[in-house]
């Protein structure tokens, strides 16, 4: 009977170290990893996405965090190249022993990366990518708050083809995956319509070379041009293509990166389209945007853009995924929490169910006009 009891002990001694020592959690740690573009061409995105989880989950742990534990978000600089996150993911993973991956910023470094996160059953969570890989076939490891490039390129030929009557459409894009993914977008939206792109310019990741782009689309003479880049190189591409006489409407992914696509456009931006995933960073009426403005104001933010709302939005969707397993945090409780998922962040609501991983597929609309990014109705 002795050796009975002492043999439940030992197990009973085990499953709890287990529950307690689960990679990358303590009883009072929850240790996330962030790999992301900090600096160069793409800055802008990366830093975006870090400080906006960093003000909410700073909210989260001074209010004791969740059951008990407080998040440690652990991130580094990938600088938007692939290689450099697979060396960071491998360091996450191997040395500091993160539960999950949060808020990685791009299609070709989600791509280098995914194959370590379902290796070794880490968490892929909200990734700054609108990649149809990451969303179909249904990726136990991954969840999207944003939507699709295919739900962005949707409403971008809609609008085009029904408020504007343009045809003729063409695309400015990264020689990369990024580019192919919102290619492919484009090309399921104009089948439906039975349209084909007209004309193709390409640039090569992180520089601002599109005059090859350029010189390509003003030969093929679209009526509208859907660009596929990040900021730097989509600033660029405007500036030149306006002053070699491109007569046609631009428009622009959410993935851009609105507020730096604008500081580097300058005048040039007037007029210019972009599709977003989340609300106006600016438009206090919605809850969520009133609660992401505070947090971001005690964290001594001056400014607020589209990027740090989806990374304080991912954030609290985060957070609230953790309240269901409590104490008893897995990998498996986690996932569990993530398919039961239907709320209401305050006006963004995201949804997730064991074969849908797309947590929104809503689209906003805007224009670019006096500096500005205004809604379209």
């Not at 959410?254 to 696509?261: D, E, I, L, R, Y």
Request: net charge positive; with cysteine.
């Amino acid at each position: 009977m002795m050796q009975k009891k002492i043999g439940c002990l030992l197990l009973a001694m085990a499953l709890g170290a287990e529950v307690a020592n689960a990679e990358g959690v303590t009883d009072t740690e929850i240790k996330l990893g962030m790999s992301n573009a900090l600096s160069g061409a793409s800055a802008a995105l990366g830093t975006g996405m870090k400080s906006g989880a960093t003000a909410f989950f700073t909210k989260l742990n001074a209010a004791g965090g969740v059951a008990g534990r407080k998040i440690n978000l652990v991130s580094y600089d990938d600088t938007y190249e692939p290689a450099k996150a697979v060396e960071n993911t491998k360091k996450l993973i191997e040395t500091d022993k993160v539960f999950a991956l949060f808020g990685y910023v791009g299609t070709p470094t989600s791509t280098a990366v995914l194959p370590l996160a379902g290796k070794n059953k880490v968490p892929y969570f909200a990734p700054f990518s609108g990649a149809e890989f990451l969303r179909n076939p249904v990726n136990p490891m991954v969840y999207n708050i944003r939507s699709s490039y295919f739900d962005e390129t949707e409403a971008q030929v809609e609008f085009l083809t029904t408020k504007l009557s343009v045809k003729k459409i063409g695309i400015f894009m990264q020689d990369d995956a990024y580019g192919a993914a919102g290619e492919s977008g484009l090309l399921r939206a104009l089948k439906k319509r039975n349209l084909q792109i007209t004309g193709k310019g390409k640039y090569a990741r992180n520089t601002v070379d599109v005059a090859g782009g350029v010189k390509e689309l003003k030969m093929a003479a679209p009526e509208a041009i859907v660009m596929v880049g990040s900021y730097k190189a989509c600033a660029e591409f405007v500036k030149q293509a306006k002053a070699s006489g491109v007569k046609a409407v631009f428009l622009n992914l959410s993935f851009v990166g609105t507020s730096a696509f604008i500081s580097e456009v300058g005048n040039d931006g007037e007029g210019v389209y972009i599709t977003q995933v989340v609300p106006s960073p600016w438009d206090t009426s919605i809850p969520v945007v009133k609660e992401y403005q505070a947090d971001m104001k005690a964290q001594g933010a001056t400014s607020y853009d589209y990027t740090s709302l989806e990374g304080y939005i991912a954030a609290k969707a985060f957070g609230e995924a953790l309240k269901g397993p409590g104490k008893s945090l897995t990998v498996e409780s986690l996932l569990s929490s993530f398919n039961g998922m239907n709320i209401d962040l305050g006006g963004f609501s995201v949804r997730f169910s064991p074969t849908d991983h797309a947590g929104s597929k809503k689209v906003w609309l805007t224009i670019v006009k006096g500096g500005k990014a205004e809604a379209v109705n």
